[in-house]
């Protein structure tokens, strides 16, 4: 067993839990956190992205014993109460995700992006979720949710998106 | 995944020590980056007995100019090479090389040494080390020893690293510090994919006779592990920079490369692309080489 | 008379939603969650526009419950054991080390099962495999542990005694009557259609040219992001919940009781919210083992497939060989056509039935043929099994007709845009099994697309227009 004790959300959060377990399996099963999904297990979907430190990471990948002392966000920590965060209000009324699945990987990266640089391109964003895979909706709603979003962020208006 | 010991080593002298420890009568894997690591530890029916975690080393962390050269700490992440002015100034090649890498989330976490140690012939890191002829420190309990990179691998995923060694640091010699390199990867897709091929092209130039001067070439996914070019080198060394010769050159490193057929290519389409990807890869060394000369770089080898 | 929808006219001019506006006067209240429900044959101005989901916001939150995010207490981890064989006898399968592992509650294997078999129209598929292996995703053994890592170690531990058997893997091989029946004795063609129209041989002398091709597609997985899952839970009423990725949950529970024995009414199948489907999860997998686990345990148990298993275990896209024989004027105009569709089955039915008369009806394409000849086949060989994939079969003969029209306009130096101009289905054509089509716009839709992407005719021989 190893102990580890990060912080989460803001919180801060301690398991004694076998060595091989991952930093998704701790959110998942000992902190009840499931908005991070597991998809693939190997790095390949980014359904379990969470941001470590300020960079979007496979949760998958990483071993309890390598996040103590930590600062982890996951998608439970984007909203409160009161506050949807710019990017899940606009991945909703966009309609960017069908199924779901993908959701909390893909806000997690374009988070960090944001957090990084509030005025992406277009091919800024491609990059940014080359390690998230989605089966349904494709990304196109993605890239206008968070062109959309940054401009929120910014304190500007969101453009409308062109119909064909 | 199989159950294991975990230890997280402190600096670099403490992950020695833990893994002289446990060497001798365990079988000890190093997890940095851990995106091959746990990847395959997965899907394995024998894990290690005991895990060594070298991934809060900071002491390997750090890309710094030495007497030697550019020393890359190995812990140095992806993203880290990405973003690092040292290696931007010196070595687009190498942010290219980077940047091709899985995704951001793999490129945060898996580090260069992790992508030398694993030693798969498509590694990306690979083929632009080769052509800057770079060097290896190799940190083991009875201290540190450097070999050049070319003898650290010796075959798909193997390399000459101990069990109770690890992986210190890369070091770019200094003779090559700006040296014009073009790196090229040819995947399927954009993102998460291998390569099918990658090429790196470096050269310096004799701006009085117009010749390509210590041209080096590195070659990936096409031989058991990355592997230089040396008919295309001694094709060009000396040759007058042209067109044709940069595709010759392509022509001529097919020579040089050993591919085999899998699911990915076959090794004809492999062929096929090292010789593109190779006059290409040249192409943009020299347009390199020459933006830097107007630029007021000394473009010439430092003697 | 039903009521006639309602029609909202798309404005001119869009007006931004407060959400698009940065100081946006409504609170960006995250709950409650207020959904606005649409009316019933409401017909939204659809094209072109974004369509929010009512569980979108639950998305984005992170807080819709797929089947891996739920948990009941004192709940169990199955795994299952596969045979990694394509074709093999089972001797005998030893469980008792595995039984006998800390931690391990139950194991079962095949012989367990009240009636081992299923499938959405043949029942040929084992709920485990019990005498036979059919392909080398077949589970041979189900373990429920305390933990998911106790479970999947335990896999190892068990013991699986085989007399490996030559497998049929080519479906051309597999065709052929004297090729051993994966199935025996049953033959390996399970299904059969065949569309005649007019008389092709007759055409094909008529004929200015006459072209061939043929044209092979692969196996393809659905990858829905979330792999398949599902709980059952057995009360102590002898009734069985099972939570599952299933997509159709009736037809499912109809299987569920067929191999437990027991009455559908004793069965009560949640359809949680999917992470993808496509086809892939039309049909049950593990509920009938994971019940027997619960009933045999008095616990509920939980199977999460692997990405693995989600390859080799699940349906995949049936892929085809497809032979193309096509008689054509100097002009291009198609005077008959000849196809023989071979789907490669794989191990078991599934939907192959369903895929294979959409492949049969769809192969000709949407070109006015009087004469036609398309037989297609299904065969079985000792691989994973195909079954349902978006399309039923349409996206690989539309690969193959396409093809070979291309191909045709090549050698006959004819436009290809023209050449599908010459032969598409107009207003009123009739299909390959006279249906009389309407709402046909085949040859605008060309033209627009033409339009839209600059064609340019034959094309530059550089990559540029190649293809429609
Ligand atoms: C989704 C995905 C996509 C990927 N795409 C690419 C790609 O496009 N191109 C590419 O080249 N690679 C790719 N990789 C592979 C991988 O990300 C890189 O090889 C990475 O650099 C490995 O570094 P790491 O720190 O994660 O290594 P780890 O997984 O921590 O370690 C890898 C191996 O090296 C050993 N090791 C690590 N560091 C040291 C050291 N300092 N000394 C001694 N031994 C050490 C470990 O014991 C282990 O055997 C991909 C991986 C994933 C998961
Ligand atoms: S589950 Fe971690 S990347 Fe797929
Ligand atoms: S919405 Fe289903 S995978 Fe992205």
Redesign the interface.
């Known amino acids: 067993m190893v102990n580890v004790t990060l912080r989460v959300n803001g919180e801060t959060r301690s398991a004694s839990v076998?060595p091989?377990t991952t930093l998704l399996r701790l959110l998942?099963d000992q902190f009840n956190l499931?908005?991070?999904?597991?998809?693939?297990?190997?790095g390949d979907?980014g359904?379990c992205t969470v941001i470590v430190d300020g960079q979007p990471v496979n949760s998958c990948l990483m071993l309890v014993g390598q996040v103590e002392g930590r600062e982890v966000l996951?998608?439970?920590g984007?909203?409160?109460?009161?506050?949807?965060y710019?990017?899940?209000?606009?991945?909703?009324?966009?309609?960017?995700?069908?199924?779901?699945?993908?959701?909390?990987g893909v806000?997690m990266s374009a988070k960090a992006l944001l957090d990084e640089n509030p005025d992406p391109s277009t091919e800024e964003i491609r990059d940014a979720l080359g390690g998230n895979?989605?089966?349904?909706t494709g990304y196109t709603?993605m890239i206008?949710a968070i062109k959309?979003a940054s401009?929120?962020l910014r304190?500007?208006?969101?453009?409308?998106?062109?119909?064909? | 995944?199989?159950?294991f010991e975990f230890f997280a080593a402190k600096d670099s002298s403490d992950a020695v020590t833990l893994l002289a420890q446990h060497a001798a009568n365990a079988k000890v894997k190093i997890i940095a980056g851990g995106t091959d690591l746990l990847a395959d530890l997965k899907?394995a029916?024998h894990g290690p007995d005991v895990v060594v975690d070298i991934s809060h080393v900071d002491d390997l962390k750090n890309i710094t100019l030495t007497e030697q050269g550019l020393n890359i700490g190995a812990l140095v992440t992806h993203t880290q090479i990405m973003r690092s002015p040292l290696i931007r100034q010196f070595f687009p090649a190498l942010v290219d090389a980077a940047h091709t890498i899985g995704a951001v989330q793999t490129r945060n976490l898996g580090t260069l040494g992790g992508n030398l140690v694993t030693a798969v012939p498509s590694m990306d890191s690979g083929p632009t080390l080769m052509a800057l002829e770079a060097i290896v420190t190799i940190a083991g309990n009875g201290g540190r020893r450097q070999v050049p990179l070319n003898e650290f691998f010796v075959g798909p995923r193997k390399t000459i690293l101990k069990p109770d060694e690890l992986l210190a640091e890369i070091i770019i010699p200094k003779q090559n510090l700006g040296k014009p390199t073009h790196f090229l990867k040819f995947g399927l897709r954009k993102g998460q994919a291998l390569a099918l091929v990658n090429v790196a092209a470096s050269f310096w130039v004799d701006w009085e006779k117009n010749v390509f001067l210590a041209p080096r070439i590195g070659l990936g996914a096409v031989a058991p592990k990355v592997i230089r070019a040396p008919q295309a080198e001694a094709y060009l060394e000396g040759r007058t920079i042209s067109a044709e010769a940069m595709a010759e050159a392509g022509r001529v490193a097919v020579g040089d490369a050993k591919p085999i057929s899998d699911f990915r290519a076959s090794a004809e389409y492999r062929r096929h692309l090292v010789a593109v990807l190779t006059k290409r890869a040249l192409e943009s060394a020299w347009t390199l080489a020459q933006t830097r000369r107007l630029e007021g770089w000394n473009g010439q080898r430092n003697a | 008379m039903a009521e006639k929808p309602k029609v909202i006219e798309k404005p001119d001019v869009?007006e931004?939603?407060d959400?698009?506006?940065?100081q946006a006067p409504a609170?960006?209240?995250?709950?409650p969650i207020e959904v606005v429900v649409p009316e019933g044959r409401q017909q939204t101005p659809a094209?072109?526009?974004?369509?929010?989901?009512a569980?979108?916001?639950?998305?984005?939150?992170?807080?819709?419950?797929?089947i891996?995010?739920m948990y009941f207490p004192n709940m169990l981890f199955a795994k299952i054991k596969r045979a990694g064989i394509a074709s093999a006898r089972i001797k005998n399968i030893d469980t008792k080390e595995a039984e006998a592992m800390p931690g391990v509650v139950a194991v079962i294997t095949g012989r367990d099962i009240p009636c081992n078999s299923f499938g959405p129209s043949l029942k040929d598929q084992p709920v485990l495999a019990d005498t036979r292996v059919f392909h080398a995703g077949d589970g041979v053994a189900a373990v429920a542990a305390v933990s998911e890592?106790i479970a999947t170690?335990a896999l190892?531990k068990i013991k699986v005694d085989y007399e490996v058997l030559t497998p049929v893997l080519d479906p051309l091989e597999s065709l052929k009557l004297e090729t051993p029946g994966v199935h025996a004795p049953s033959a390996n063609i399970y299904g059969h259609k065949v569309i005649k129209k007019g008389d092709v041989e007759k055409a094909f002398a008529e004929s200015d040219h006459v072209f061939e091709g043929t044209f092979r597609t692969q196996m393809v997985e659905?990858?829905?992001?979330?792999?398949y899952a599902c709980i059952a839970q057995w009360d102590a009423n002898g009734r069985v919940t099972i939570y599952s990725t299933l997509g159709r949950i009736t037809l499912g529970r109809a299987d569920v009781a067929r191999t437990l024995g027991i009455p559908m009414s004793r069965i009560r199948i949640v359809a949680t919210?999917?992470?993808?489907n496509?086809g892939g999860k039309n049909e049950i997998r593990a509920e009938p083992a994971m019940a027997l686990l619960s009933k045999k345990t008095g616990r509920p148990v939980k199977c999460?497939f692997?990405?693995?298993e989600e390859f080799t275990s699940s349906t995949t896209r049936h892929p085809l060989i497809m032979d193309y024989k096509t008689g054509v004027t100097k002009q291009g105009k198609i005077l008959g056509r000849k196809i023989r569709l071979v789907l490669d089955g794989g191990a078991y039915c599934s939907w192959s039935e369903t895929t294979l008369g959409k492949a049969c009806i769809l192969s000709a394409g949407p070109y006015n043929i009087e004469n036609l000849y398309a037989e297609a086949f299904v065969v079985y060989t000792n691989k994973t099994m195909t079954g349902a994939m978006r399309g039923f079969g349409a996206p690989q003969v539309c690969f193959a007709y396409e093809s070979h029209m291309d191909d045709i306009a090549k050698a006959l130096g004819i436009d290809p845009l023209e050449i599908r101009l010459l032969n598409a289905f107009d207003e009123g054509s009739l299909s390959p099994t006279s249906q009389k089509l309407h709402s046909v716009v085949v040859k605008e839709s060309l033209l627009r697309a033409a339009k839209r992407f600059g064609w340019n005719g034959i094309g530059d021989g550089v990559g540029n227009g190649n293809g429609a």
């Open positions: 076998p091989e998942r499931t908005g991070s999904k597991l998809g693939c297990d190997v979907c359904a996951t998608i439970e984007l909203a409160n109460a009161d506050h949807l710019p990017l899940q209000k606009l991945f909703e009324h966009f309609g960017s995700l069908q199924c779901g699945f993908c959701g909390p806000i895979l989605c089966r349904c709603k206008e959309g401009c929120i304190g500007e208006e969101a453009p409308l998106v062109k119909s064909a | 995944m199989k159950s899907f029916a | 869009l931004r939603p959400i698009l506006k940065p609170p960006l209240v995250a709950f094209v072109g526009q974004r369509a929010s989901r569980d979108g916001r639950l998305h984005g939150l992170g807080q819709t419950k797929y891996d995010d890592q170690e190892e659905h990858v829905p992001l979330e792999p919210v999917v992470g993808g496509f999460v692997t990405r693995s």
